[in-house]
């Protein structure tokens, strides 16, 4: 059975830290890319950031840029986002996503439950 379990959301000012945890079991994780997304309310779901399963090339939205880092440990199957200098629009629901192309052209795509991130004074 395919999990993605994320943890570490919560409460925090602004100009704060979080980091956020995607535990994952039920797939061989070190081959799936990983990524970050987050809902806010009235708004579409956006990417965050994204790890690649065998370099580990990232990629950052503009908005996170220079203040959010993500990181995999494979031997943990756990993907990381590390959130500094947060702002009150990074509020969001923050999701955890595992995605692979086969090679028969379909996929596999995996999501979390989603965890609430709140920013705020």
């Known amino acids: 059975q395919v999990q993605l379990v994320e943890s570490g959301g919560g409460l925090v000012q602004p100009g704060g830290s979080l980091r956020l945890s995607c535990a994952a079991s039920?797939?061989?994780?070190?081959?799936?890319?990983m990524s970050w997304y987050r809902q806010a309310p009235g708004k579409e779901r956006e990417l965050v950031a994204r790890i690649s399963s065998a370099s580990g090339i990232t990629y950052y939205g503009d908005s996170v840029k220079g203040r959010f880092t993500i990181s995999r440990v494979n031997a943990k199957n756990t993907v990381y986002l590390q959130m500094n200098s947060l702002k009150p629009e990074d509020t969001a629901v923050y999701y955890c996503?595992?995605?692979?192309?086969?090679?028969?052209?379909?996929?596999?795509?995996?999501w979390g439950q989603g965890i609430q991130v709140t920013v705020s004074s």
């Open positions: 996503r595992a995605f692979r192309t086969l090679v028969s052209g379909g996929s596999d795509d995996y």
């Open positions: 039920g797939f061989t994780f070190s081959i799936y890319a």
